[in-house]
């Protein structure tokens, strides 16, 4: 798809959804309609004061990447569950280690090579003056985490510095663009038994505020191999197509019936996201916090955290007030917030040709 202006990609992105899926009616294989989820999450990651988000979107195929900014600086860690991550700069998250702040984080599309967009951040970020002390200048610190998406369209089109920095420039303190955007904008779920009964992924966002004012944010690119499910029911919204492509039928069940899961490749089904709060945490709380925010994957995504997925959650902490149990509050309602984000991120999703929506099954 290269030379499509982003224009024209979604003139033709709209073609091929109606060539691909002409009206008809969708179920879900077991029960169920199809229609909205139960709970509507609200909120985003910019709630939390402090932050700002900017998404790039290739014009050229579905690919992107998503920046998260904390020039004023905040206290992360990180948490990755998955067998094969693509990182950068999670080694010095660690509470051992002497760097106590990090100034913005990259999630992005295009494998390993979609680490280079945080490049461009930390450019970005260097003209600011933005970073770490470093005896001749600032340093930006710029975690990232990447995601696969290099098997639709053009896989030699994927995010670089130049998209980075496009991302950051971007960035803004209003509710987030949520779907097929930024690092969403290829991501696919459903993976679990080949490319052929998959679905659409995308990015999404949710937050919980507390009465003390108290924010617990989180945004999620989620790009997984099992299915999505309404945490509330078990309700499967997205995911593993049944073989006439029509209704849903389920991975961890077609697994206990006894179906034998595909070949994926090493990476290709990951689930990436950032939690913020702008309570104060510790590098070691902020650890803890990522850690226990991966349950909002385990209650929304099945399976997941498998030997070919790079899960990877960091936690922010810009924290601008306290509370009692810092760790332990925060962490219970961002593995809520992470939930919430997931399950946004199917349902205001756009489908691709091959690879439908949660919003093309409800159409029935």
């Given at each position: 798809m290269n030379g499509i202006?982003?224009?024209?990609?979604?003139?033709?992105?709209?073609?091929?959804?109606?060539?691909a899926w002409p009206a008809r009616a969708w179920a879900v294989e077991?029960?169920?309609s199809g229609g909205s989820p139960a709970t509507e999450p609200g909120g985003s990651l910019t709630d939390v004061p402090g932050l700002r988000v900017g998404h790039f979107t290739d014009g050229r195929r579905p690919t992107g990447c998503t920046v998260v900014l904390a020039e004023g600086g905040a206290v992360a860690g990180v948490d990755v569950r998955g067998g094969a991550p693509g990182t950068r700069e999670t080694d010095l998250l660690d509470p051992v280690n002497s760097v106590q702040q990090v100034h913005a984080v990259v999630l992005s599309g295009g494998s390993a090579f979609g680490l280079e967009a945080a490049t461009g951040v930390v450019r970005y970020l260097e003209e600011r003056g933005v970073g770490f002390p470093a005896g001749a200048g600032k340093v930006p610190i710029v975690p990232a985490a990447i995601l696969y998406d290099l098997g639709i369209g053009d896989w030699t089109v994927r995010p670089d510095a130049k998209a980075g920095y496009e991302a950051a420039r971007a960035a803004t303190s209003a509710a987030v663009a949520e779907g097929?955007?930024?690092?969403?904008?290829?991501?696919?779920?459903?993976?679990?038994?080949?490319?052929?009964?998959?679905?659409?992924?995308?990015?999404?966002?949710?937050?919980?505020?507390?009465?003390?004012?108290?924010?617990?944010?989180?945004?999620?690119?989620?790009?997984?191999?099992?299915?999505v499910v309404?945490?509330?029911?078990?309700r499967v919204l997205a995911g593993v197509r049944a073989r006439d492509g029509r209704r849903l039928r389920g991975a961890v069940d077609a697994l206990?019936?006894?179906e034998a899961p595909g070949r994926p490749l090493a990476g290709e089904s990951t689930t990436i996201g950032v939690v913020a709060t702008n309570v104060t945490l510790g590098k070691a709380e902020a650890t803890k916090v990522a850690r226990m925010a991966h349950?909002?994957?385990a209650r929304s995504i099945r399976p997941v955290h498998m030997p070919w997925d790079g899960d990877t959650l960091f936690a922010l902490s810009t924290g601008s007030m306290t509370i009692d149990q810092a760790s332990l509050v925060v962490g219970v309602l961002a593995a809520e917030a992470v939930a919430r984000a997931v399950v946004r991120a199917?349902?205001?999703?756009?489908?691709?040709?091959?690879?439908?929506?949660?919003?093309?099954?409800?159409?029935?």
């Open positions: 202006d982003r224009r024209g990609f979604s003139v033709a992105l709209a073609a091929g959804l109606s060539a077991g029960g169920g097929s955007v930024g690092a969403g904008a290829g991501a696919t779920v459903g993976k679990m038994f080949g490319l052929s009964s998959a679905m659409k992924g995308g990015i999404g966002t949710a937050s919980v505020r507390l009465p003390s004012g108290a924010v617990v944010a989180a945004l999620v690119a989620v790009n997984a191999s099992g299915d309404e945490p509330a029911t078990g206990l019936a006894g349950d909002g994957l199917v349902t205001a999703a756009t489908g691709l040709p091959g690879y439908p929506a949660f919003a093309d099954l409800a159409r029935g």
